[in-house]
C-alpha cells in the first residue's frame, strides 16, 4: 500500500515559478516508478511527467518539456516537480501518481497504481 499527499500548489502570475512535492506512505517508494499528470476542468486527465524509480531516467510532455523538471529523493520519499515559465495553460489540478513499471515509461494513467489527491495550479495571465 502507498499513500501519496501532494503540497505546494497555488495561485502564481504567468511566467513565475512553483514547486510541487508528493509525499510518499509505505516502504515501498523507492521501488516505484512516479508520475505527475494534470487534469483541467472539462478535460482528460494528461501525462506531465514520468521518472524511473533510481531517478535515472526522466520523461517529459512536449508542452512542458524546457520548463518542468521532476526529480525524487528516496531517502525522503519524495518525488517533487519543479515547474517554471508557468502558462494560463498550465493551470490544473496536479496529481503524483505511483506505477509498479520495471521497464518502459509511464505515460499512460492506467499504468500507475496509486494516486494523491491532487493540488490546484491556476496560473493567471
Known amino acids: 500500500q502507498v499513500q501519496l499527499v501532494e503540497s505546494g500548489g497555488g495561485l502564481v502570475q504567468a511566467g513565475g515559478s512553483l514547486r510541487l512535492s508528493c509525499a510518499a506512505s509505505?516502504?515501498?517508494?523507492?521501488?516505484?516508478?512516479m508520475g505527475w499528470f494534470r487534469q483541467a476542468p472539462g478535460k482528460e486527465r494528461e501525462f506531465v511527467a514520468y521518472?524511473?524509480?533510481?531517478?535515472?531516467?526522466?520523461y517529459y510532455a512536449d508542452s512542458v518539456k524546457g520548463r518542468f523538471t521532476i526529480a525524487r529523493d528516496n531517502a525522503k520519499n519524495t518525488v517533487y516537480l519543479q515547474m517554471n515559465s508557468l502558462k494560463p495553460e498550465d493551470t490544473a489540478v496536479y496529481y503524483c501518481?505511483?506505477?509498479?513499471?520495471?521497464?518502459?515509461?509511464?505515460?499512460?494513467?492506467?499504468?500507475?497504481?496509486?494516486w494523491g489527491q491532487g493540488t490546484q495550479v491556476t496560473v493567471s495571465s
Open positions: 501518481a505511483a506505477s509498479p513499471l520495471m521497464i518502459g515509461i509511464g505515460k499512460e494513467p492506467n499504468a500507475y497504481d496509486y
Open positions: 509505505g516502504r515501498t517508494f523507492s521501488n516505484r516508478a
Open positions: 521518472i524511473s524509480r533510481s531517478g535515472i531516467t526522466t
